[in-house]
């Protein structure tokens, strides 16, 4: 028998021999006493806990420094210097949610403890009543993403690592071509390819084409609709797009990844036919083909063609992400996370996803603030169902306001890497570029129907 066998056994009959005669001191002296264990033990640092934080105030942060209305809720702490933002961006009807955030969402939530985020996620999501609506869902997510900041600041650790830590280096992202026939886009395609970019949306003339072509609509000249009102040939656009894909196909080869918008903008059964004339220029995938009223023609899109489908933009409440993803509708998650109310609802969407091979796709146009994403990386960073990003541009202006944006290198979105979500505001800087209540989304038919979105 071995020394090592032989101890622990010794060691074990020595007790036994002691209980056996009432040693009662022996066996203390041999294994130590309660008060002396207690008086050894040190609690870590984790196991202590942190004292509770209470909600000081909430309020919106407006600024307009690249043309778009943003909105960032800025929620005070009873923790001197403590605060979080969160973006509660709704470009086209900014004021309303404004009003909601300072007049209703303060009130709600001031006294409440800044770290129980699911409870003040339903509480407030039902606090109205009514609810699901883009005004109020923005003003919850400014509020829930700025939680989630505070969080990851007295976490001492980037929102990410919250959400699980990194399933990537960094995050790929899309940027988007333009031109106003097809030989531009591919110009504008290969230069994005010289800056490192894997992944390009082509668009000829914007969504729709509505700016590749010079024909004056009859509604204009009958005087009929607003006079910055746009116009689309929708015959026109969808000849387009098949000649499009193929001329970039042919300058800028097989390798980079191709993505186009249809922006809801046809009929059904005309966006089934355009994107099953796509399939062999092999989209990565196809944006919005259906508006969220015509859900139910993704039956025959999915039995029509093989071509990767991107859907959710106009969503605004979470549980309509629900049938289409167990039934499989499409392959990509495109949800705008303010719309649908911050990072606690859209991570629950990307987990439902990754049942179904789902993969996220969040929006991220220039109508989302910094902050917006800087939320939306951080659970890209942290997801494993991560399908692809939107890439942005923040100018000069832009980045003298947020501290800590973002940033872009060969075709990737990097975070800041400090607790929280990294971005920062500078009050003063963003009231030189007030907001307005202007919004043109209004685009009309030959005869001046009009057409959705």
């Given at each position: ?148 900041d505070i969080k990851g600041k007295r976490a001492g650790m980037p929102v990410y690592q919250l959400l699980g830590g990194k ?287």
């Amino acid at each position: 028998m071995n020394n090592n066998t032989f101890e622990p056994q010794q060691n074990r009959r020595d007790a036994l021999k002691m209980l056996g005669a009432g040693s009662a001191a022996g066996l203390l002296g041999l294994l130590g006493s309660a008060d002396r264990a207690h008086a050894h033990y040190t609690q870590p640092a984790y196991a202590r806990g942190m004292a509770p934080v209470k909600i000081k105030s909430v309020k919106a942060i407006v600024t307009a420094p690249q043309g778009s209305n943003l909105i960032v809720v800025k929620v005070e702490t009873t923790e001197p210097g403590l605060y979080g933002l969160g973006c509660a961006t709704f470009t086209q009807r900014a004021f309303a949610v404004v009003t909601a955030i300072d007049t209703y969402l303060n009130e709600f939530c001031v006294g409440k403890d800044v770290d129980n985020i699911e409870d003040m996620w339903h509480s407030t999501y039902v606090s109205s009543y009514w609810r699901n609506g883009p005004v109020l869902n923005n003003a919850l997510s400014g509020l829930d993403e700025a939680l989630w900041d505070i969080k990851g600041k007295r976490a001492g650790m980037p929102v990410y690592q919250l959400l699980g830590g990194k399933a990537r280096f960094a995050i790929p992202c899309y940027t988007h071509a333009n031109g106003n026939t097809p030989e531009a886009v591919a110009d504008d395609v290969q230069r994005i390819m010289d800056r490192g970019f894997k992944y390009i949306r082509i668009q000829q003339g914007g969504y729709g084409a509505v700016g590749a072509t010079e024909q004056k609509p009859d509604f204009k000249a009958a005087g009929f609709g607003g006079a910055t009102d746009n116009y689309m040939n929708e015959r026109a656009y969808l000849k387009s797009v098949p000649k499009l894909f193929e001329a970039v196909r042919k300058r800028c080869g097989e390798d980079i990844e191709l993505l186009h918008d249809i922006h809801e903008r046809v009929q059904p059964m005309d966006a089934i036919n355009m994107i099953k004339a796509l399939e062999t220029y092999r989209p990565f995938f196809i944006e919005d083909p259906f508006s969220p009223e015509n859900m139910g023609w993704f039956r025959q899109l999915r039995q029509s063609t093989t071509v990767p489908i991107a859907m959710g933009e106009l969503f605004n409440n979470v549980n309509e992400f629900r049938d289409p993803m167990a039934n499989q509708w499409f392959d990509y998650i495109r949800c705008h996370v303010s719309q649908i109310g911050g990072i606690t609802p859209a991570m629950k969407v990307a987990r439902l996803g990754e049942w179904f091979n789902i993969k996220t796709a969040w929006h991220g146009p220039g109508d989302v603030s910094p902050v917006g994403h800087a939320a939306h990386a951080h659970i890209d960073l942290a997801v494993w169902n991560f399908g692809i990003q939107e890439a942005v541009s923040f100018n000069e202006k832009t980045q003298a306001i947020f501290k800590g944006c973002p940033t872009m290198k060969d075709g990737y979105m990097s975070v800041n890497e400090v607790p929280g979500l990294g971005v920062d505001i500078d009050e003063k800087e963003a009231a030189k570029y007030p907001i307005t209540s202007k919004s043109n989304w209004q685009v009309r038919k030959f005869d001046g129907t009009s057409i959705r979105p």
